[in-house]
């Protein structure tokens, strides 16, 4: 069975970091593209960064651009982002998936998912 784990989520103050990591099985881990979406109560799930099956080529939302970077360590079998000066704004689950078709945009694009972490950022 394929599966994705994410792990590294909290409860933090505005300005601090957390590391959030998402472990890959049952799936040939290197040929997947993957990333990060992001789902706050009464919203669409949201990419906010991604990453090509090399880890050569990334992608991030204008809102975390220079504060959050997304990694992959295939012989580990995970994704990792690094989020740092964290706001309010970034409250949400976010949630690891897995794109076979390369790196994409869309949540309709990708092919596994995991169960979310929740980030919590308080004022």
């Known amino acids: 069975q394929e599966q994705l784990v994410e792990a590294g989520g909290g409860l933090v103050q505005t300005g601090d970091s957390l590391k959030l990591d998402c472990v890959a099985s049952?799936?040939?881990?290197?040929?997947?593209?993957m990333g990060w979406f992001r789902q706050a109560p009464g919203t669409e799930r949201e990419l906010r960064a991604a990453?090509?099956?090399?880890?050569?080529?990334?992608y991030y939302a204008d809102s975390v651009k220079g504060r959050f970077t997304i990694s992959r360590d295939n012989a580990k079998i995970a994704i990792y982002m690094q989020m740092n000066s964290l706001k309010p704004e970034d409250t949400a689950v976010y949630y690891c998936?897995?794109?076979?078709?390369?790196?994409?945009?869309?949540?309709?694009?990708?092919?596994?998912w995991g169960q979310g972490t929740q980030v919590t950022v308080s004022s």
């Open positions: 990453i090509n099956w090399r880890g050569g080529t990334t």
């Open positions: 998936a897995a794109d076979i078709d390369g790196l994409g945009y869309l949540s309709t694009r990708y092919d596994y």
């Open positions: 049952g799936l040939r881990f290197s040929v997947y593209a």
